[in-house]
């Protein structure tokens, strides 16, 4: 069944750094979703990305779908304490349509 | 506006106790329904899910079940709890089979 690989597993920042997560796939993708956990929390969807190429960006979240549309990533600049969370992308699969989650980069900012 | 509600927020059972989480939907029709479980520190699990009334998909073979008696109501059961079905399950839901997922508050189980 469709999976993907989320690295890094968890991400240690001191305030004002960056912060990038990556999601891969074996197979071409249709799409990708982004969502965001706070601790403590439920999933929070972000965006979506559908095009090959694609960046999108959220103030100071830039998101971006590779040109083969296997990988992904969501890069954050400048890091708050309010970025703390897990950060988790999220597949579809092509025959069924079910979400399938990668396995989250939990990010931790040290102020 | 559309709204999701899970319930109860946090229990704690017994092992060999039965188990009944509830997940309605309000303002839309017709949803997707999801159910996820979380275990401490991991990822998203998909267990089930429903593309209508009696429609149910399972996708990890478990002493849980899902049963979908309306439309916008999305019922996660077990007859016996295990220690293993502690974690965090979410209830989701979704306008499109590839659209976006709108997450319930989530249900904390301990099963001691």
Known sequence: GQQVMQIPQYQHVQEGEDFTTYCNSSTTLSNIQWYKQRPGGHPVFLIQLVKSGEVKKQKRLTFQFGEAKKNSSLHITATQTTDVGTYFCAVSSSNTGKLIFGQGTTLQVKP | SQTIHQWPATLVQPVGSPLSLECTVEGTSNP????????????LQLLFYSVGIGQISSEVPQNLSASRPQ????????????????????????TRRTGELFFGEGSRLTVL
Do not use: T, V
């Not at chain 2, 997707?32 to 990822?43: D, P």
């Open chain 2, 32 to 43: 997707n329904l999801y159910w996820y479980r979380q275990a401490a520190g991991r990822g």
């Open chain 2, 71 to 94: 439309d916008r109501q999305f019922i996660l059961s077990s007859k016996k709890l295990l220690l293993s079905d502690s974690g965090f399950y979410l209830c989701a839901w979704s």
